[in-house]
């Protein structure tokens, strides 16, 4: 079966430093890739979307990358901001989405 | 863009009632989403709604347990019936305005968190 794995481990960072996150996926061959945000007792909320196709993608601080070959897409935040904080989700796409369970990031002023 | 609002936002039940949550899009959509989201976990799909027919159900989740409704473009309810302290969870409905094949994301209402006791 799908499944997608982010690293269950919080993730603390100091102000300024880029902050890397990972999601690995098996069995699955996705169109696209997405990234979102949750905070605390809120939905996610969308961030960036990357297809297959596509190796990059940016947005203001925010840079996605997707493998195909391994499987894997790095999100980053460069110049990050305690204001990060946040739990962050991968999704695959495709004939249905397919969420990971998010890795919570903390970023220490 | 799409705002989602979801009622009630948090409650509190009683072993072997039943809740109704209401979901509200701002916009007119295709198809509405039900995830179940429980602590630590990912979100996990329960169903999707489309308008004028029967709910299409995720393996692993029924209709008896879960009936949704989907009377116009804008409304969903799902209901958790027959509740157990295992549906304690947050439950979250969600929409893609733009129809899969194109810009695909998500909007995701506040989520409704449900404790069973």
């Known amino acids: 079966s799908q499944k997608i794995e982010q690293n269950s481990e919080a993730l603390n960072i100091q102000e300024g430093k880029t902050a890397t996150l990972t999601c690995n996926y098996t069995n699955y061959s996705p169109a696209y890739l997405q990234w979102y945000r949750q905070d605390p007792g809120r939905g996610p909320v969308f961030l960036l979307l990357i297809r297959e196709n596509e190796k990059e993608k940016r947005k203001e601080r925010l840079k996605v990358t997707f493998d195909t070959t391994l499987k894997q897409s790095l999100f980053h935040i460069t110049a990050s901001q305690p204001a990060d904080s946040a739990t962050y989700l991968c999704?695959?796409?495709?004939?249905?989405?397919?969420f990971g369970a998010g890795t919570r990031l903390f970023v220490k002023a | 863009s799409a705002v989602i609002s979801q009622k009630p936002s948090r409650d509190i039940c009683q072993r072997g009632t039943s809740l109704t949550i209401q979901c509200q899009v701002d916009s007119q959509v295709t198809m509405m989403f039900w995830y179940r989201q429980q602590p630590g976990q990912s979100l996990t799909l329960i169903a999707t709604a489309n308008q004028g027919s029967e709910a299409t159900y995720e393996s692993g989740f029924v209709i008896d347990k879960f009936p949704i409704s989907r009377p116009n473009l804008t409304f969903s309810t799902l209901t958790v019936s027959n509740m157990s302290p295992e549906d304690s969870s947050i439950y979250l409905c969600?929409?893609?305005?733009?129809?899969?094949?194109?810009?695909?994301?998500?909007?995701f209402g506040p989520g409704t968190r449900l404790t069973v006791l």
């Open positions: 969600s929409v893609e305005p733009h129809g899969s094949g194109r810009d695909s994301e998500q909007f």
């Open positions: 999704a695959l796409g495709g004939f249905k989405t397919i």
